[in-house]
């Protein structure tokens, strides 16, 4: 499935997949506190879930997810998605960080679908959040962190194969960059 959505974009070899660069990047190395945090601007928060409840607006379950930092609260909503696998995966208590547009909603701060990620012991490894994140162009039913997860393994797998079509003495004379590092720090910079 996601080989076929991979090819909707014209991806269909590992060549296709590293010369396919980010359009974007998002910085998402600070995150900010909630009462710092600017309505109508896009922010990185870090919290602690206080809720995490299936809410019912008429037929329509909508999953709601509270956090706090010692300066305020933030909720974030999801309208889309599986809202009991969704449930399962915010505890109380646990360490979560969010990224969207901030919006505000009688009064109180929220996100709606921010990506999001359950900090644990090996948060220091993040793929997408605490690091400049590059945002690359989306085909329906592919997703930014698909997306991520995929080209993260192709540049750790595949660099070392790749040959500049740049003659070895001119990189040197110019000094160029190694051409498996450049497209590295493109994709993650």
């Known amino acids: 499935k996601t080989a076929h959505l991979l090819e909707r974009k014209g991806l269909i070899t590992i060549e296709d997949l590293i010369y396919f660069l980010p359009r974007r990047y998002e910085d998402r190395r600070f ?28 037929k329509r379950p909508v999953f709601e997810v509270v956090i706090e930092d010692g300066t305020g609260l933030l909720k974030a909503k999801w309208f ?43 948060s220091d490894n993040l793929l997408h959040f605490k690091r400049i994140v590059p945002i690359y162009s989306e085909t329906e039913g592919l997703y930014q962190k698909n997306l991520r997860r995929i080209m993260k393994q192709v540049v750790d797998e595949y660099l070392p194969f790749v040959l500049s079509p740049i003659p070895a003495q001119i990189c040197l004379r110019q000094q160029l960059i190694e051409i498996g590092e450049a497209f590295r720090q493109a994709h993650f910079p």
């Not at 900010?32 to 995490?52: C, N």
């Not at 969010?98 to 909603?105: A, S, V």
Request: charged share 20%; aromatic share 8%; net charge positive.
């Open 80 to 122: 889309k998605g599986n809202p009991t696998y969704l449930r399962g995966l915010f505890k109380n208590g646990s360490q979560v960080i969010f990224t969207g547009n901030t919006g505000q909603f009688q009064l109180q701060k929220e996100m709606l679908h921010p990506d999001f990620e359950i900090l644990d012991q090996e």
């Open 31 to 58: 995150p900010v506190k909630i009462s710092q945090a600017r309505v109508g601007a896009r922010e990185t928060i870090t919290g602690t879930v206080r809720s995490a409840e299936i809410h019912h607006y008429g």
